[in-house]
């Protein structure tokens, strides 16, 4: 399954591109189709799983139309999230997916100075991204109106309730328009999260992502704190310290596995790339290479990843940390099979803790043993 299989419409297509996001996790692929119908959705997912984007792409495609001239932009959207550094990230998420429309999104939070806020909302906004105790302050300050909204999305509706914003919510609920749609998540359903889903959604439909199995216990995992600049350094070091033992190596993007390719190349290490612009006969003869000890790293995107069947890889590492931590696992799962022992090291980046937490919150515990570099 694809985006384009999904209906994604071209300019928000263009910008999953950009990001190299070619194929949808399961709460996408899932979730997508409901919302773009109209639908309402119960969506029961983790920190991690891709949810924003599950959400986010289907608001940008159906509210992405001419805005008439002369017509004041009204808030349409509305997506309401428990945390600051969440409202953020989901901000940044719109910015990605609608860079190639003519959509304005904006965040508001708690904590922080109202007038930049209140600044880009009068210049009016169609997606609003807030925090619900700033968002109430501002609606009754007047700077905010909720009279259009279309779309509502409550994420992580279990946190909200641990924080104590349950009250927020049930002010928020009678200001907003009877007729629009709502997507609700949450990771847990206690009772009193499913008690509020039933009174804010409609005939909804439900979409249920359950976590990652465990991570497979005879796999050691490390971790290197590094920054982006050392970790090609670092790179080459563990690999020529062991020569004779085969490592897959994960990048994010395809340019940065070729730029690893290189250097490695340059370091006199034997590497290949495989990644969706090369040939189905490149990445087979760079597989074939990799298995009879050939060449001793293969770097691989996500994509070119899925399917990979390597007996006895002993090495797993993790050069870029992946956005979705659900896909940490599947990386790392390409050792340690069949009972074998195997190892994974992630290098992280500062830009990168917060992945490294989605991953730590999705398996449940922490990194087994953690190197500084």
Do not use: W
Request: proline letters at 5%; a positive charge.
């Amino acid at each position: 399954m694809t985006f384009k299989e999904l209906n994604i419409s071209e300019p928000i297509l263009k910008a999953l591109t950009d990001k190299e996001y070619e194929t949808p996790t399961p709460i996408q692929e899932r979730a997508i189709p409901i919302a773009l119908s109209g639908q309402d959705l119960l969506g029961i997912a983790q920190t991690g799983t891709g949810k924003t984007a599950a959400f986010a792409i289907p608001v940008i495609q159906k509210l992405n139309q001419p805005q008439p001239k002369g017509q004041k932009r009204e808030i349409k959207a509305l997506v309401l999230t428990p945390t600051r550094e969440l409202a953020i990230q989901i901000d940044e998420c719109f910015r990605d997916y609608s860079k190639y429309t003519d959509l304005r999104h904006t965040v508001i939070f708690g904590g922080v100075n109202q007038s930049p806020q209140v600044d880009k909302l009068k210049k009016g906004v169609d997606i609003l991204i807030a925090t619900p105790g700033r968002l109430l302050d501002l609606i009754a300050q007047k700077h905010v109106t909720l009279a259009h909204i279309r779309h509502f999305i409550l994420d992580e509706a279990d946190r909200m309730l641990d924080m104590g914003f349950i009250h927020d919510i049930k002010r928020l609920l009678p200001i907003l328009p009877k007729r629009k749609q709502t997507l609700f998540f949450s990771a847990t359903m206690p009772t009193a999260i499913v008690t509020l889903s039933k009174s804010i959604l409609h005939n909804p439909a439900k979409v249920e992502v359950t976590p990652v199995a465990s991570v497979v216990d005879t796999i050691e995992q490390y971790i290197y704190f590094v920054e982006k600049p050392e970790k090609k350094d670092l790179l080459i070091n563990l690999l020529k310290k062991d020569k004779k033992k085969p490592a897959l190596i994960f990048s994010r993007t395809k340019h940065g596995a070729d730029k690893i390719a290189r250097v490695l190349g340059k370091a006199g290490i034997g590497s290949v790339a495989i990644h969706g612009n090369k040939s189905q006969n490149a990445r087979q003869r760079a597989l074939s290479d990799f298995k009879s000890n050939g060449i001793q790293a293969l770097i691989a995107t996500d994509i070119a990843a899925r399917g990979l069947d390597i007996d006895h890889l002993e090495l797993v590492i993790n050069y870029d940390l992946p956005d979705v931590a659900e896909t940490y696992v599947h990386r790392i799962g390409r050792t340690g099979r069949a009972g074998n022992a195997g190892t994974a090291l992630t290098f992280c980046a500062q830009d990168e803790r917060v992945m490294l937490k989605d991953i730590q919150k999705l398996t449940g515990k922490k990194l087994n043993t953690i190197l500084t570099a």
